[in-house]
Every structure is written in C-alpha cells, then in structure tokens.
C-alpha cells in the first residue's frame, strides 16, 4: 500500500458539516488523494472514509467492507449519488454505527439494507456498486459524510447528546503526575 495516513479530523470541524465540493479534475493529486485516504482509513481501522474526514473538502470516499454474504468489496466512488430502494421495497437494518471522526461510541441508526452509489472511479471512468449488508450501509454513511452530515445527526436529540457525552468523555486526557 502507498500513501499516507492523514490525521481523522473530529466532529465540530466545520469541513465534516458542510457538503462537499465536486471533483472536477481526475488527475495525480486525486490519486494521491484517494492513496492517502486508504491509509488513512486502515490506519484508524475503518470500513471507509469520506474526503472531509482527513479534512479535504472534495466528494469522494473510499471503503473496504464486506457485503451481506460476507464477501469483501474495495473501492473508491467520486461524485457519489446514492440511490435507495422505493418505500414499498424498503426493508430497514436497526443495525448499530461508529464514526471515525467520533471515535468511540456507537449508536443504533436504522438504515436501508440495500443501496446502490453511482459516481467515478479514480481515473474519472463511470462506477455503480450496489451494497448490501455492512456495504450498504457504508455507502450511505460515506455519502451522508460528504452532504456535510455526521451519523448522530440521524440520531434523535437524547441520544446524540448521550453520544457525544461519551465522545468527550473519550477525549479527556487524565493529569501526568
């Protein structure tokens, strides 16, 4: 693996609350970039990882996850638009969620058990990938990244607080004596 790991950057940054800016140059610094972002991302040990995470302000993620047979997928989507199942073909996953730029807890956050992202690849060639299972729910996650939203903004008042007291909590660096 090449590239860099990149520091995560932490919620209340304002790049991870804001959408992002499309990619209009497929060119060697959005290679760079998209290395950087995969070392990143296995750095932190994570499941994918949007641009704004290591504080670049451009729609792209990357993801390494597996499906709902359990089967690996790897990739990067620029430009992602998320597609999701009509509401009579909706079936919801109560499944739980972490962040990388919320290091710590997680949280229950029903999501659509199926998605499908359409977008680029790296060299500006056109990509669909559909996700199911743990995939599915990153593409969503990935995308919500990028559209300037975090998980816990999913989450009702209480337990964001909650989230984000354990969040704090986690932060807190005891005295050296």
């Known amino acids: 693996m090449t590239g860099t790991a990149r520091p995560i950057t932490l919620v209340g940054t304002p790049v991870l609350h804001t959408p ?4 209009e140059r497929f060119d060697d ?9 995969f070392a990143s991302m ?9 641009a704004n995470q290591i504080g670049v302000d451009l729609r792209v993620f990357v993801y390494d996850c597996p499906d709902a047979d359990d089967v690996y997928r790897k990739g990067v989507i620029v430009n992602p638009t998320l597609e999701l199942p009509a509401a009579n073909d909706l079936n919801v996953d ?3 969620e972490g962040c990388l ?7 229950a956050v029903g999501r659509p058990d199926l998605a499908t992202c359409h977008g680029f690849d790296v060299a500006g060639e056109p990509v669909t990938v559909h996700g199911t299972g743990v995939l599915a729910r990153c593409l969503q996650h990935e995308t919500d990244h990028l ?6 903004d999913r ?3 209480d337990v964001r ?14 005295a050296q004596p």
């Open 20 to 23: 992002c800016q499309p990619v």
């Open 29 to 37: 610094d959005l290679a760079l970039l998209v290395e950087d972002m």
């Open 42 to 50: 296995y750095a932190a040990k994570g499941v994918g990882l949007a």
């Open 94 to 96: 109560p499944g739980d």
């Open 101 to 107: 730029s919320v290091p710590g807890p997680r949280a």
């Open 147 to 152: 559209n300037g939203m975090l998980y816990i």
């Open 155 to 157: 989450l009702p008042a």
């Open 161 to 174: 607080e909650a989230v984000l007291a354990e969040f704090r909590e986690g932060q807190s660096v005891p």
